[in-house]
């Protein structure tokens, strides 16, 4: 069995399906490689079936018809054998000598001290920037140890990603995730749903992923954003349907999950507030008013944040704290 499957979900990307692949290759023993070729229709099914005729023992290639960034993790979620399992996206690519040492730390976890998650930090590859972004868990993480939820100290505004997880393959396997077709922003129900299951973490210390942004195509550009806030709505409203049914759920956990389920309710009010027609702003009330009626003690909880008070307001004075806001979040997700 080898230590880690990688799912690179992969769409049209011809372009830069290479760099990811040769930062992924330096480990062929350890790793097994996953490209789901979701119905592309430039040469990314061919280039997959290269790597794989290359690589027979580390590269696997996967066609399937389009269903999107989700439908492609399911199926890599679907095919992975590995003891782990991590998503790499085809537009970005990890650090070598980062990876040596992931590689060699999960090497030391056997079957009978598995863990469930290992964080390691990621790098924004932002085009243009003089300077890139590092993002780090070591003031919210012990390093060098199993730890559990009671021990996270996440601060505001820090959360995980999908760039920075690791999960035990077969952790998600039974957790039953799902994530929907043809929807952008997945990747938070990626690092949330999950998170039910997650007992023992390790924290390491190395800026393993790079994390590529800038292209004007990118679902994280502003512009798209606001063009795709359906989805993003979507994946809000799931996020809180699902924080709705949790039971049993230590408070360190709840208490993270909702912090993050806050961010991003933050993100989506934001927008919709940004792009201020008539239509949004009554998406941004429908959106407060389906945490009302679905958990009222939840928006109690959110309302009366700081946030919550300026987002559900209206007028000049909401416009002025809602830029800020959106400038905060520009630095925290590296929006374009």
């Given at each position: ?6 799912i690179?979900p992969?769409y ?5 399906l290479?760099q990811?692949m040769?930062?992924?290759l330096?480990?062929?023993?350890q ?8 119905g592309?229709?430039?040469?990314t ?5 290269d790597?794989e005729?290359?690589y ?5 290639a996967?066609?399937?018809k ?6 492609a ?5 679907l095919?992975?054998?590995?003891r782990?399992?991590k998503v790499?996206d085809s ?8 990876y ?8 030391q976890?056997?079957?009978?001290k598995?863990?469930d998650?290992l ?5 924004y590859e932002?085009?243009?920037a003089?300077?890139?972004k ?5 003031s ?14 996440f601060?505001?505004?820090?959360y ?9 393959t077969?952790l998600i396997k039974d957790s039953?995730l ?6 952008f922003y997945?990747d938070?129900l ?7 299951h997650v007992?023992k ?14 292209r004007?195509?990118?679902?994280v550009?502003?512009?798209?954003m ?7 709505l979507f994946?809000?409203?799931r996020m809180?349907d699902?924080?709705n049914r949790?039971?049993?759920?230590s408070?360190?956990l709840?208490?993270?999950?909702f ?14 507030i940004?792009?201020n027609t008539?239509?949004s ?6 959106l407060?008013?389906?945490i009302?009626?679905?958990?009222p ?10 946030t919550?008070?300026?987002l559900?307001?209206?007028g000049?004075?909401?416009r002025y704290?809602?830029?800020?806001i ?6 925290l997700?590296?929006?374009?």
């Amino acid at each position: 069995m080898k230590v880690l499957s990688i799912i690179v979900p992969a769409y049209n990307s011809q372009e830069y399906l290479d760099q990811v692949m040769q930062s992924l290759l330096v480990e062929q023993e350890q790793v097994e490689i996953l490209i789901i070729d979701d119905g592309s229709t430039d040469n990314t099914g061919n280039l997959a079936d290269d790597y794989e005729r290359k690589y027979p023992t580390c590269v696997r290639a996967i066609h399937q018809k389009n269903g999107g960034h989700g439908e492609a993790v399911n199926t890599g979620i679907l095919y992975a054998t590995g003891r782990y399992l991590k998503v790499v996206d085809s537009d970005d690519w990890v650090d070598k000598e980062a990876y040596h040492k992931i590689i060699n730390q999960l090497n030391q976890f056997t079957e009978e001290k598995e863990i469930d998650l290992l964080i390691s930090n990621y790098v924004y590859e932002k085009q243009g920037a003089k300077r890139k972004k590092v993002v780090k868990y070591t003031s919210a993480l012990p390093k060098n140890e199993v730890f559990g939820w009671k021990n996270v100290s996440f601060s505001k505004g820090q959360y995980l990603l999908m760039h920075s997880v690791i999960y035990r393959t077969q952790l998600i396997k039974d957790s039953g995730l799902r994530l929907p077709k043809h929807t952008f922003y997945v990747d938070n129900l990626f690092v949330f749903e999950p998170l039910l299951h997650v007992k023992k973490m390790y924290y390491l210390d190395v800026d393993f992923y790079r994390y590529f942004i800038g292209r004007e195509d990118q679902s994280v550009n502003e512009e798209k954003m606001i063009a795709q806030i359906d989805q993003q709505l979507f994946v809000n409203k799931r996020m809180i349907d699902f924080y709705n049914r949790m039971e049993d759920v230590s408070f360190d956990l709840r208490n993270y999950l909702f912090n993050y389920l806050e961010i991003i309710t933050i993100v989506s009010s934001v927008l919709l507030i940004k792009d201020n027609t008539q239509e949004s702003l009554w998406k941004k009330e429908q959106l407060w008013y389906y945490i009302e009626e679905n958990n009222p003690s939840l928006y109690e909880k959110m309302r009366y944040r700081f946030t919550g008070r300026v987002l559900t307001k209206h007028g000049i004075t909401m416009r002025y704290f809602t830029i800020n806001i959106y400038k905060m979040l520009q630095k925290l997700y590296g929006f374009n």
